[in-house]
């Protein structure tokens, strides 16, 4: 066995972790702001401009997340019954990699934008995706986290 009994839910499934969680977060980013400006009206323009400066970015940003938010939302509801969304999640990893390599691309083509000039919230988002890359890639126990338990 190579992780302890904790780490698997109730259901025999391997549970995401912490740094998993907390780069999916970082790659739904647009869904949080999207929902938090729906909560405040007062000051959603203020603040779409400010963290979405660029008109298009903001849907663009919620079309990237939308695969990762699936995938975190479907984590949840996986059961050995289930068979169809334990296939369909077997592709997670390849899809949370493809995910982040897009939001590279984009945050790159934003720095493009605005001739290379510097932004803590562009540095930022870059620093982390280049560390939740480099987790995703090296992180055997996140590969196993999309893996199907053989469960009888």
Same mark, same amino acid.
């Given at each position: 066995?190579?992780?302890?009994?904790?780490?698997y839910?109730?259901? =025999?499934?391997?549970k995401?972790?912490? #740094?998993? #969680?907390?780069? #999916?977060?970082?790659?739904?980013?647009? !869904?949080?702001?999207?929902?938090?400006?729906?909560?405040?009206r007062?000051?959603?323009?203020?603040?779409?401009?400010?963290?979405y400066?660029?008109?298009?970015? *903001?849907?663009?940003?919620?079309?990237? =997340? *939308?695969?990762?938010?699936?995938?975190? !939302?479907?984590?949840?509801?996986?059961?050995?019954?289930?068979? !169809?969304?334990?296939t369909?999640?077997?592709? =997670? #990893?390849? *899809?949370?990699?493809?995910?982040?390599?897009v939001? %590279?691309?984009?945050?790159l083509?934003h720095l493009?934008?605005?001739? !290379?000039?510097?932004?803590?919230?562009?540095?930022?988002?870059?620093?982390?995706?280049m560390?939740?890359?480099? %987790?995703l890639?090296?992180?055997s126990?996140?590969?196993?986290?999309?893996?199907t338990?053989?469960?009888?």
């Amino acid at each position: 066995m190579r992780y302890t009994i904790e780490d698997y839910d109730t259901n =025999g499934f391997l549970k995401p972790t912490l #740094w998993l #969680w907390l780069g #999916w977060i970082l790659l739904a980013k647009a !869904w949080i702001v999207f929902i938090v400006a729906s909560a405040s009206r007062d000051l959603s323009v203020k603040l779409l401009t400010l963290i979405y400066p660029i008109n298009n970015s *903001l849907y663009v940003g919620l079309l990237v =997340g *939308l695969p990762v938010v699936m995938i975190a !939302w479907s984590m949840g509801l996986r059961k050995p019954e289930r068979k !169809w969304l334990s296939t369909l999640l077997s592709k =997670g #990893w390849q *899809l949370t990699v493809l995910s982040v390599m897009v939001q %590279f691309g984009l945050t790159l083509y934003h720095l493009s934008l605005t001739y !290379w000039a510097f932004n803590c919230s562009d540095a930022l988002t870059l620093l982390g995706l280049m560390w939740f890359l480099l %987790f995703l890639l090296q992180s055997s126990r996140t590969k196993d986290t999309f893996r199907t338990p053989n469960i009888k």
